[in-house]
């Protein structure tokens, strides 16, 4: 099997590369069904440790409001998913899927280092191990004094 093949179901996905497309689909489905207007432009969908699929949506505000991955974390933990081990993020309007902002890449590595990303488009989707997406970055948890 070759690193561009599609797996059709989730579940335990092991070789870097392959994609869930069942979370990818869940992702399309919330953005196509729940995206609205300017405030709700992004869906994210993690697959949880426990075989789950967790879903939300980004809540913009100029403030500083959560980008769809920051949502998931929450949205997760409120559902008992402490552990996610697969995210991946897609765009209202049938953009696709979207990579992480600089910001959500840390804030993901710190709450789940080995956490995979899906990245890239159509027929080009692949898995990504987060560290992959921030090399050489801090870790927090490095830098914690007991
Ligand atoms: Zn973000």
Do not use: K
Request: aromatic share 6%; net charge negative; proline share 5%.
């Amino acid at each position: 099997m070759s690193t561009s093949d599609q797996v059709p179901a989730g579940g335990d996905l092991v070789g870097a590369g392959l994609v869930d497309a069942e979370l990818v689909e869940a992702a399309v489905e919330v953005a196509r069904r729940y995206a609205r207007g300017d405030n709700h432009t992004v869906a994210a969908a993690g697959r949880a440790a426990d075989g789950r699929i967790v879903t939300a949506l980004n809540a913009y505000h100029f403030t500083g409001g959560p980008c769809a991955e920051l949502v998931l974390i929450g949205a997760a933990a409120g559902q008992g998913a402490y552990e996610l081990t697969t995210v991946v993020a897609v765009g209202d309007r049938e953009r696709g899927v979207i990579p992480p902002c600089g910001r959500c890449r840390q804030v993901l590595l710190d709450y789940f280092p080995e956490l995979r990303i899906i990245v890239g488009q159509g027929s080009r989707l692949r898995t990504v191990p987060v560290r992959e997406l921030l090399p050489e970055t801090y870790v927090w948890a490095d830098h914690q004094v007991d």
